[in-house]
Nanobody, 130 residues
């Protein structure tokens, strides 16, 4: 059974950095688009970043552009989210997601839509203190 497991969350001061990892198992995700979403208390889940299956094209929410970097290692079935210059408003549970159907689409409009992702991890908490 396909499974995504996030790790790397924690408590960090504003301005600090964290690196999230998402390890995929149960199937080969090298042809899947991978994304990161987050959900803060009392808010809806929102798109953070995504990467196409080849790793060559990435997408970011405006709120994290220039601070976060997504990457993937298909040999390890793992996707990463390097988060720098963290702000208190980045505090949320971060979820990894995989999409099989996203290969039909291009553009951030599609990659930011959570309903187009087929598999989700359990989430990892990121807390940024001021």
């Amino acid at each position: 059974q396909a499974q995504l497991v996030e790790s790397g969350g924690g408590l960090v001061q504003a301005g600090g950095s964290l690196r999230l990892s998402c390890a995929a198992s149960g199937r080969t995700f090298s042809t899947y688009a991978m994304g990161w979403f987050r959900q803060a208390p009392g808010k809806e889940r929102e798109f953070v970043s995504a990467v196409r299956w080849s790793g060559g094209i990435t997408y970011y929410a405006d709120s994290v552009k220039g601070r976060f970097t997504i990457s993937r290692d298909n040999a390890k079935n793992t996707v990463y989210l390097q988060m720098n210059s963290l702000k208190p408003e980045d505090t949320a549970v971060y979820y990894c997601a995989a999409s099989r159907q996203m290969s039909r689409y291009s553009g951030s409009y599609y990659y930011s839509r959570s309903e187009l992702y087929d598999y989700w991890g359990q989430g990892t908490q990121v807390t940024v203190s001021s």
